[in-house]
């Protein structure tokens, strides 16, 4: 078989719709579709021995009952080929991989491993394709994983009624959290239209009206191989992974249509003004808890340029204490702090400004002074200087590979293929530097992020304006509430109904013994003989500069140097030994 490397060139049904070096990243994009599924595979080739893989779906939930989290949680309670409790955490101990995770965004859930061993990366990738299409969805995993009614005290059906439930229980400690609680509540106000008016993970107070048959619903909507996108990176052949796919799923599948594209959400005519709590501690007291948000929905994900520019923007006017609204808000007194940020993995990218520590009432005037700082920083010369640091940071942090302690290929899926399941061509994304040059070439032009501003902000009718305010009281009343709740359940329940949740208490127990004792030898695994006799090969070379002895390997790092600067330490008396780390903490930041 020759290279696949042409545009047009089938392998056994797949077809390449897209092949493109990709000379800054040195690697090749290969883009294919298997004709008969229509699933699409997109590769990203190049030297890299940490091979990645990337199951993704797009998943749109149309309420927060939390659906797609809780399907992202039971297909990893066993399947049809590996019927054991949890596969995932069990291949953890018959595995060499680098990286293991389950994920799910606001509109995608993904499945990415990634492994230095050849063998090993195959292994995941079969115990993840068996997974997540052929899951066994029982009762008693729904059950465990997403929401179940159990007697506080097990036997007893006197005793109080609860939820349970793992997702159940993440969800509610992670609404508690009122970063959370602001993002979701402005998702809902923001884009009301769309897919991210709903919490993807779950509310609490919708979770319980999730059924099996929903989830199970879900599942055969979203998760068909005719709407997965799969993701390779890495240095192992494509016609490997293709065979793979043939072997494993591709070959039983009958083809359904893709998913519409994700529609736009109709722009706002006046802003919207909203005001909400969170809870605080009760002994806390509500004085310069409020927090207020100011949300612009901006450009589409496909509008790259412009939204790099926006995050350019966004840095220049927030990152310091020192930059140029953020000091104009913590000097206003209205707020002990002001951050700003860009949710770039949305179809249209909210531009938001948080204010914390802020007295009750004080949203009206924050956002004049939002407004106001904004018009003045057009109607001015930019600073060039706070210009290039900005650019120079924000460049920095997209090109750096290992970001995060992830693997690069991880990196670059976030970046191409959940802009490819919008519609969007991923080459776009994956550039940077190409991107960051004609950047560069706009900012030539002094209008270029004024124009921005008063596009996307100063004269963009589509915003929301959010107060919470901190309520000491807020988490006893939402207890109440749900007790209430349980109560008129419990009250509608007959003795039948109510010896069932005893019974079903026990079944789950009993299931999840018995889980504990199924062999695990049904998963594949590594052995010796799969594993390379020879570890990687490092070239280190070295040469003088000024009598100094410079070691250095030559890799590929994404054009960023890292360098390590070695001292030997003189005599240091046993007691200063401790202050070394500080001294070495102050140093690097002076």
Not at 70 to 84: A, N, Q, R, Y
Not at 164 to 192: C, F, W
Request: glycine share 4%; with cysteine.
């Amino acid at each position: 078989m020759k290279a696949l490397n042409a545009i047009g060139q089938i392998y056994r049904q797949f077809r390449i719709t897209q092949y493109l070096p990709l000379t800054e990243l040195q690697s090749t994009l290969v883009e294919l579709v298997h004709e008969p599924t229509g699933a699409r595979v997109m590769h990203i080739v190049n030297d890299d021995q940490e091979n990645l893989f990337a199951l993704s779906f797009q998943t749109l939930p149309d309420s927060s009952n939390g659906v797609a989290h809780i399907l992202e949680h039971t297909v990893l309670c066993g399947s049809k080929k590996f019927p054991i409790k949890d596969p995932f955490f069990a291949m953890t101990r018959r595995s060499l991989n680098t990286y293991m995770n389950a994920l799910t965004g606001q509109d995608f859930t993904c499945y990415p491993a990634s492994s230095l061993v050849e063998k090993d990366f195959y292994n995941l990738l079969e115990v993840y394709l068996d997974a997540v299409f052929h899951p066994n969805l029982r009762k008693e995993s729904f059950l465990q994983e997403g929401h179940r009614l159990a007697f506080a005290e097990p036997e007893n059906k006197s005793s109080p009624l609860t939820f349970q439930g793992i997702v159940y229980n993440e969800m509610k400690g992670a609404m508690n959290s009122p970063d959370s609680r602001l993002s979701k509540i402005l998702g809902s106000l923001l884009t009301p239209d769309l897919t991210y008016a709903h919490n993807s993970g779950g509310e609490p107070e919708e979770i319980p009206n999730l059924t099996l048959e929903e989830l199970i619903d879900f599942h055969q909507t979203f998760y068909h191989p005719s709407r997965c996108l799969f993701f390779f990176y890495g240095n192992l052949p494509l016609v490997q992974h293709l065979d793979f796919l043939l072997h494993h799923i591709l070959g039983e599948t009958k083809k359904i249509p893709q998913l519409p594209p994700m529609p736009s959400q109709k722009r706002f005519t006046a802003p919207l003004y909203a005001q909400k709590k969170y809870p605080i501690a009760a002994q806390e007291s509500p004085e310069n808890k409020t927090l207020v948000a100011i949300s612009w929905l901006t450009a589409s994900i496909s509008q790259q340029t412009d939204l790099l520019g926006l995050s350019l923007i966004a840095s220049i006017l927030m990152d310091t204490d020192a930059s140029f609204l953020k000091k104009a808000l913590l000097q206003s007194g209205l707020c002990g702090q002001a951050e700003a940020s860009l949710d770039l993995e949305m179809s249209e990218v909210p531009f938001t400004i948080v204010c914390k520590g802020c007295k009750e009432g004080a949203a009206e005037k924050i956002k004049t002074l939002c407004f106001t700082t904004l018009q003045a920083f057009i109607t001015q010369p930019i600073d060039p200087q706070a210009i290039e640091t900005a650019l120079h940071q924000l460049e920095f942090e997209r090109t750096e590979i290992g970001a995060e302690g992830i693997p690069f290929g991880l990196t670059l899926f976030f970046r191409a293929a959940l802009a490819k399941q919008q519609g969007i061509a991923p080459e776009h994304t994956l550039l940077i530097h190409s991107l960051f040059d004609d950047l560069r070439n706009r900012l030539q032009s002094s209008s270029f992020l004024p124009d921005l501003v008063r596009t996307y902000l100063l004269q963009n009718s589509h915003y929301v304006v959010l107060s919470m305010q901190g309520d000491p009281h807020l988490e006893q009343e939402e207890k109440e509430q749900e007790e209430k709740r349980l109560e008129h359940i419990k009250q509608q329940m007959t003795s039948t109904e109510c010896e069932e949740i005893i019974l079903q208490a026990k079944r789950l127990a009993a299931f999840q013994e018995e889980q504990e004792n199924i062999s695990l030898d049904c998963l594949p695994t590594v052995t010796l003989k799969d594993i390379p006799r020879k570890p990687q090969y490092l070239p280190l070379s070295s040469q003088k500069a000024d009598n100094l002895p410079v070691f250095y390997s030559d890799c590929f790092t994404n054009q960023i140097l890292y360098a390590d600067l070695v001292f030997d330490l003189p005599d240091i008396p046993r007691e200063l030994l401790p202050l070394l780390s500080l001294y070495a903490r102050l140093f690097a930041e002076m």
